[in-house]
C-alpha cells in the first residue's frame, strides 16, 4: 500500500508561483507514473500533469503546459510540482497520484492518491 502526502498549497497573487510537493510512504514508486489532478468547486477532477517513472517522459494539459513543471526524485520518493505565472482559473484543490498501470490521463488509471491541497490564487 501507498500512501501519499501533498504539502506546499496556499494562497498566491496572480502571476506568482508555488511549489508542491508530494511524500509517498508505505514502498517505493519509483516504477509508478506520477501525477497532478486538480479539481475546482462544481467541476469534475481533471489531469494536470504526469511524469513517467524513469521522469524522462512529462506530459502537460494544454492549460498549464509551459507554466509548470512536474519533477520527480525516486531516490527521495517524492514528486514536486513548479506552478508559475498562476492564474485565478488555476484556484483548485490539488491532488498527487502513482499509477503502477497503463495511460495517466484519467483519474481512473491511477491506484493511490493523496489528501489534496489547495491552491488559490487572487486576481
Known amino acids: 500500500q501507498v500512501q501519499l502526502v501533498e504539502s506546499g498549497g496556499g494562497l498566491v497573487q496572480a502571476g506568482g508561483s508555488l511549489r508542491l510537493s508530494c511524500a509517498a510512504s508505505g514502498r517505493s514508486v519509483s516504477y509508478h507514473a506520477l501525477g497532478w489532478f486538480r479539481q475546482a468547486p462544481g467541476k469534475e477532477r481533471e489531469f494536470v500533469a504526469a511524469i513517467a517513472p524513469t521522469g524522462g517522459f512529462a506530459f502537460y494539459s494544454d492549460s498549464v503546459r509551459g507554466r509548470f513543471t512536474i519533477s520527480r526524485d525516486n531516490t527521495k520518493n517524492t514528486v514536486s510540482f513548479q506552478m508559475n505565472s498562476l492564474k485565478p482559473e488555476d484556484t483548485a484543490v490539488y491532488y498527487c497520484?502513482?499509477?503502477?498501470?497503463?495511460?495517466?490521463?484519467?483519474?481512473?488509471?491511477?491506484?493511490?492518491w493523496g489528501q489534496g491541497t489547495q491552491v488559490t490564487v487572487s486576481s
Open positions: 497520484a502513482a499509477s503502477g498501470g497503463v495511460g495517466f490521463r484519467r483519474p481512473e488509471q491511477y491506484d493511490y
